[in-house]
């Protein structure tokens, strides 16, 4: 029997609750049997805008995030391949390795509205059934399944959070308690993470 398998990229720096509730809810709504946090190596839609924390930093928040979460994981496989991140690369090497899952993409309104500029998104449209999750602030995206997408829509709590604002957050001294994971937030400390972004 093939397995349901969501995968839910991003750069998570840091992963945030936001992150974590849209996960387990499209996990639960769609009987996925995991959703794998897949940290990009270099995001290519936010190099050269800010500094990006490493792929290790990001990762081990990612797992400290996930440990003992039934059904969620922190992804590697963007950082083993090295290079830019692109996640029809992504889908194309989890079908090769086991043809018979059903992948799920996971995506927010914010990155659902920007599909039509990822490379190669007739490969995605392919591989995968596209799993949309609300989030505040940003605008909804218009009807993918008219431009050939297979489509699950899945609501999830609104949570207005980004890393953008964690960061921003962490720099000034400002709580992160009850918005990042506390084995994350402990990672961040223990590795000195954004105490000195500009
Ligand atoms: P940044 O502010 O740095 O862009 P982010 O909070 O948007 O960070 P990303 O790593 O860019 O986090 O997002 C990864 C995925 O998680 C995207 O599909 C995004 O839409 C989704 N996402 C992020 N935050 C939320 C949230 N609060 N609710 C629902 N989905 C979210
Ligand atoms: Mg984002």
């Known amino acids: 029997m093939g397995r349901r398998i969501g995968i839910f990229g991003g750069t998570f720096d840091p992963i945030h609750v936001g992150h974590l509730v849209a996960a387990v809810n499209a996990r639960q ?18 190099a050269g805008t ?34 830019e991140s692109y996640t029809a690369d992504t889908l194309a090497q989890l079908h090769a390795e086991s043809p018979g899952d059903a992948l799920f993409l996971i995506v927010g309104w914010d990155v659902a509205g920007e599909l039509d500029t990822w490379e190669r998104s007739d ?14 602030g940003v605008v909804r995206p218009r009807r993918l399944d008219e431009e050939g997408w297979r489509v699950e829509e899945v609501p999830v709590p609104n949570l207005e959070i980004s890393s953008t604002d964690l960061r921003a957050r962490a720099r000034d001294g400002r709580p992160l ?19 000195g972004d500009g």
């Open 29 to 46: 709504a769609l009987g996925l049997d995991r959703v794998v946090l897949m940290v990009s190596n270099v995001p290519w839609q936010k």
């Open 123 to 136: 490969e995605l449209r392919r591989l995968a059934t596209l799993v949309v999750v609300n989030r505040p």
């Open 177 to 195: 308690d009850y918005l990042i994971p506390r084995a994350a937030i402990r990672c961040i400390r223990d590795r000195g993470l954004y105490a």
């Open 50 to 83: 800010r500094a990006v924390s490493t792929a290790e930093d990001r990762l081990a928040m990612v797992e400290a995030a996930v440990g003992g979460v039934p059904g969620l994981e922190a992804g590697r496989l963007e950082i083993d391949r090295g290079g």
